[in-house]
């Protein structure tokens, strides 16, 4: 526990004008991020006496071990940074609301050349028009099945839409007249995509035009006697309109808004957030929170909608915003909402009226929401509790492990050695903390020292960390970049690593950490003949039972690293598996490689080729093809390559695929595999 005033900064040090603040632990990660209108009076309210601070601020500020800051020009600046930074660093005693399930949206794919109508979760991309969120998929399809036969959208994914291009016959929803059927162009690409305008403009309420279109060129119809057509026309009337009563009008003026309620007590908030378009309810989603700062319902409200708005424009911010109690200040969040909107966005509390009566019902949705976060939270926290304390009393250790790491190693025969680490935090899942490793100091199958090295280049690179704290380290230190090249760090040690093996594996991992020094970290390794945990220098395993809690936590870290390592390495097998010759020619980049197998069809045809054939591919010359020539001469002829995903022989005159192509074989594999960091 730190003493803030061992890192409270100088009087007169910080400045007296509008930032954002960090806290930060010893270990340099952020814990608290907050902003201000005044840098100087809010920061030296946390460095008070400690009896006069709240619970929770006292917690944060004695765990912190200095505070950082960033001055702004405006408080509205100070509210988009403080949204960026608590996104970007996820610091733990902010608030951060979960939500309590993933909600389907209705998508447009408007950024393709042929939109398509489909169910879609999770974060939203560029270029896609949403609507909802529904609380089920099906209440989607229901609504997209009664507005096909008016806008007949195409919803057939790519690969269906491609095969019908290239057979020249539609799919079933073509010949049933629900799909308008661009794949075998019976409507050109404007044609489709005006469509899919009308389709959104509908969906984004504006509803009472179509239905008077419909309905005068029905009447229009029957007066020149096309009965037929008047009936279809009458049909599409009544599905338009029985979409419509799908969701009931609360609201009689046509309003855009949304409305936020909160149910709380000391220790979590929930927060309901119903979106109101045209008057009607079309879409309402939850999110749940625990009360880890002191934070009034004016606070909550704000985390809100910076969680709701942060990354919405346009039309996905309403006119009006409609909450239980208002920001202080007001007007920086009302000026960023506006911002955000590109006009007027009223934010305030109903008073009176319909809407102040739909507030109340939004209300008694969010208090039984947390009544029933609280009956399923009991029984979870009680459990992983329970799980850690056994875990520590069977390894005497001094406290329950928060944080265990998990470590296997996988390979085929030999090949494609690759290592996993996996991360449980309270007993939870942090996939956002996942590791994938290449074994690179030897070749061959060797456990024990593939194990030896991964977990010294995991805790090499955490005492690199130290180091620039004023900590030293010997050794070379390897440095761990994400996707877009910023440093990623192995802040946190754990109190616990776990190793998916005996005996061996075990030792193998506590001498690296010795050689590190490294000697405040427990090690232990479940081996699977008899699900026996074996600890460093000691005989015999220890035995937990088998209703054990603990024991099942264990079971759970050690399949989770070994579905992840195995997962890995099948997707190195797969691309090594589609490996071309074409990789071994020198100066050969993958636009020339996919002309190649463009024009030619495939490597078995480009070998038989002559080098004056080779020289008609665009970008190709001479010199080059006769490269080309030599190294597809020298090079054998690969065994047929395996699809891993479908079992799949892949000949060798088919066309190939390079690597990020579309097209390429794709390994199954849980889709959160994309989170791990390679090193």
């Given at each position: 526990m730190a003493d803030p005033s061992s890192y409270r900064p100088r009087p007169g040090q910080?400045?007296?004008?509008?930032?954002v603040y960090k806290f930060r632990d010893d270990h340099r990660r952020v814990i608290y991020v907050g902003k201000a209108k005044s840098l100087r009076q809010r920061l030296a309210n946390y460095f008070q006496d400690l009896a006069n601070l709240h619970p929770r601020t006292r917690t944060m500020v004695t765990t912190a071990a200095s505070v950082e800051w960033t001055v702004v020009s405006t408080e509205v600046e100070a509210l988009q940074l403080e949204y960026s930074w608590i996104k970007e660093y996820d610091p733990r005693f902010n608030v951060k609301y979960r939500d309590d399930k993933s909600y389907p949206y209705l998508a447009v794919t408007m950024n393709e050349e042929f939109?398509?109508?489909?169910?879609?979760?999770?974060?939203?991309?560029?270029?896609v028009r949403y609507f909802g969120p529904y609380g089920h998929a099906w209440a989607i399809r229901d609504t997209v099945d009664l507005l096909l036969r008016v806008f007949p959208v195409r919803t057939c994914s790519a690969?269906?839409?491609?095969?019908?291009?290239?057979t020249g016959r539609p799919c079933l929803l073509g010949y049933i007249g629900k799909c308008s059927a661009p794949c075998v162009e019976r409507v050109s690409a404007d044609e489709h995509r005006d469509l899919a305008e009308d389709f959104c403009d509908f969906m984004a309420g504006r509803t009472g035009t179509y239905i008077r279109r419909l309905e005068k060129?029905?009447?229009d119809a029957a007066e020149e006697m096309e009965y037929e057509r008047a009936a279809r026309l009458r049909d599409d009337?009544?599905?338009?309109?029985?979409?419509?009563?799908?969701?009931?009008?609360?609201?009689?003026?046509a309003t855009d808004a949304d409305l936020i309620a909160l149910a709380e007590d000391e220790l979590e908030a929930a927060v309901q957030i119903f979106h109101v378009r045209g008057g009607r309810v079309r879409g309402q989603r939850g999110w749940v929170t625990d009360k880890v700062e002191a934070v009034t319902t004016g606070d909550l409200v704000e985390h809100a909608l910076q969680q709701l708005y942060g990354e919405e424009t346009g039309d996905s911010v309403p006119k009006e915003v409609l909450v239980p109690a208002l920001p202080d200040p007001?007007?920086?969040?009302?000026?960023?909402?506006?911002?955000?909107?590109?006009?007027?966005?009223?934010?305030?509390i109903p008073q009176r009226g319909d809407k102040k009566a739909l507030m109340e019902t939004v209300r008694r949705n969010a208090l039984q929401s947390l009544a029933l976060h609280k009956t399923k939270r009991a029984s979870d926290l009680t459990t992983r509790s329970r799980a850690l304390e056994e875990i520590a009393e069977a390894l005497d250790l001094d406290s329950a492990p928060l944080r265990i790491e998990c470590y296997d190693i996988s390979h085929l025969q030999g090949d494609d050695v690759v290592a996993s680490m996996v991360v449980f935090e309270d007993g939870l899942q942090r996939k956002g903390e996942y590791r994938r490793f290449?074994?690179?100091?030897?070749?061959?199958?060797?456990?024990?020292?593939?194990?030896?090295?991964?977990?010294?280049?995991?805790?090499?690179?955490?005492?690199?960390d130290k180091e620039k704290t004023g900590e030293w380290t010997d050794g070379e230190v390897d440095e761990l970049k994400d996707d877009e090249g910023r440093p990623k760090r192995f802040a946190y040690p754990p109190q616990l690593v776990v190793v998916d093996g005996g005996q061996p594996q075990v030792a193998a991992a506590k001498k690296a950490l010795d050689e590190l020094g490294i000697d405040d970290i427990a090690v232990c390794g479940l081996a699977k003949r008899l699900e026996e945990v074996w600890l460093p220098e000691e005989g015999d395993p220890v035995v937990l039972p088998r209703t054990s809690e603990g024991l099942y936590l264990l079971q759970r870290v050690r399949d989770e690293a070994h579905r992840f390592a195995i997962t890995y390495q099948r997707a190195k097998r797969a691309k090594r598996f589609r490996a071309s010759p074409l990789d071994d020619v020198p100066g050969l980049g993958e636009t020339r490689k996919q002309a190649l197998i463009k024009h030619f069809g495939s490597v078995k045809k480009l070998r038989s080729a002559t080098i004056d054939q080779i020289c008609e591919v665009p970008g190709i010359g001479r010199k080059t093809a006769e490269t080309i020539a030599v190294a597809l001469a020298q090079a054998a002829p690969a065994a047929p390559a395996v699809n891993t995903a479908t079992g799949e022989i892949m000949e060798d005159d088919?066309?190939?695929?390079?690597?990020?192509?579309?097209?390429?074989?794709?390994?199954?594999?849980?889709?959160?595999?994309?989170r791990g960091q390679e090193t």
């Open positions: 910080i400045p007296d004008s509008p930032g939109p398509r109508v489909q169910v879609m979760r999770g974060h939203k991309r560029k270029g690969g269906v839409f491609k095969n019908a291009a290239r060129q029905m009447t009337i009544e599905a338009l309109k029985k979409a419509m009563e799908k969701s009931a009008v609360v609201l009689a003026d007001v007007e920086p969040v009302q000026e960023w909402l506006t911002g955000r909107r590109g006009s007027n966005v009223s934010l305030r290449q074994i690179k100091g030897f070749e061959g199958q060797d456990d024990v020292r593939s194990m030896h090295e991964v977990i010294t280049r995991r805790f090499r690179r955490y005492l690199a088919e066309p190939e695929t390079t690597a990020g192509s579309e097209g390429a074989p794709v390994t199954a594999g849980a889709p959160d595999e994309r």
